[in-house]
């Protein structure tokens, strides 16, 4: 809703071109990682997961690259389009466990016609 | 397919009166449940969760509190609200990983 991410990052692209957004972790026993997409007003929508013993993982127009090493998360998105404007944020866990999922801030994604 | 609900999508309340949100999971059975508030420009907070009926865990104190009647209802109340109460909650459920969540409520407490 609109309480959400009005200090955020914010990462604005054109049309058509396509969109990385970013997240760092500190938890280097995190194993599951979700990327999640949510749209002014609305509850967060899951887009894509990854587990620890992968470094990439595509969905539809989407790919989620892990860097464990440097405890980094992106999230890919192909082909921008306007429908893709909203707010995407990363949640991790070091186990099975949902209670202990920590969750980034997000970053504004802007997509300019 | 599991559908998730809250409502009222929206409230305004004043200081002091009590509170009720609600959730409901369909099409899945004995999920977790969980309730979240987001605040500005800062990941979502854990409140409560809960792993099967009349089972709570509460992960920030305050005057706020869970109750799951049923397998798939989950409520969060408050017998007397703060400003500080006010804020975009959020339900979701998992039945593992990973979790879903609802389309929220925006409390506005005056």
């Known amino acids: 809703g609109e309480s959400v991410g009005l200090h955020l990052p914010t990462l604005s692209v054109q049309e058509g071109d396509n969109s990385i957004i970013n997240c760092a972790y500190s938890n280097s026993a995190s194993d599951y990682f979700i990327w999640y997409k949510q749209e002014s007003g609305k509850g967060p929508q899951f887009i894509i997961d990854?587990?620890?013993?992968?470094d990439k993982r595509q969905g539809q127009r989407v790919t989620v690259l892990l860097n464990k090493t440097v405890k980094h998360l992106s999230l890919q998105i192909a082909a921008t389009q306007p429908g893709d404007s909203a707010v995407y944020f990363c949640?991790?866990?070091?186990?099975?466990?949902?209670?202990?999922?920590?969750f980034g801030p997000g970053t504004r994604l802007s997509v300019l016609p | 397919s599991q559908t998730i609900h809250q409502w009222p999508a929206t409230l305004v309340q004043p200081v002091g009166s009590p509170l009720s949100l609600e959730c409901t999971v369909e099409g899945t059975s004995n999920p977790n449940l969980y309730w979240y508030r987001q605040a500005a420009g800062r990941g979502l907070q854990l409140l409560f969760y809960s792993v099967g009926i009349g089972q709570i865990s509460s992960e920030v104190p305050q005057n706020l509190s869970a109750s799951r009647p049923q397998d798939r209802q989950f409520i969060l109340s408050s017998k007397k609200l703060l400003l500080s109460d006010s804020g975009f909650y959020l339900c979701?459920?998992?039945?593992?990983?990973?979790?879903?969540f609802g389309p929220g409520t925006r409390l506005l407490v005056l």
């Open positions: 990854i587990r620890s013993n992968m």
């Open positions: 949640a991790e866990t070091p186990d099975n466990y949902g209670q202990n999922f920590v």
């Open positions: 979701a459920w998992s039945a593992g990983e990973p979790q879903y």
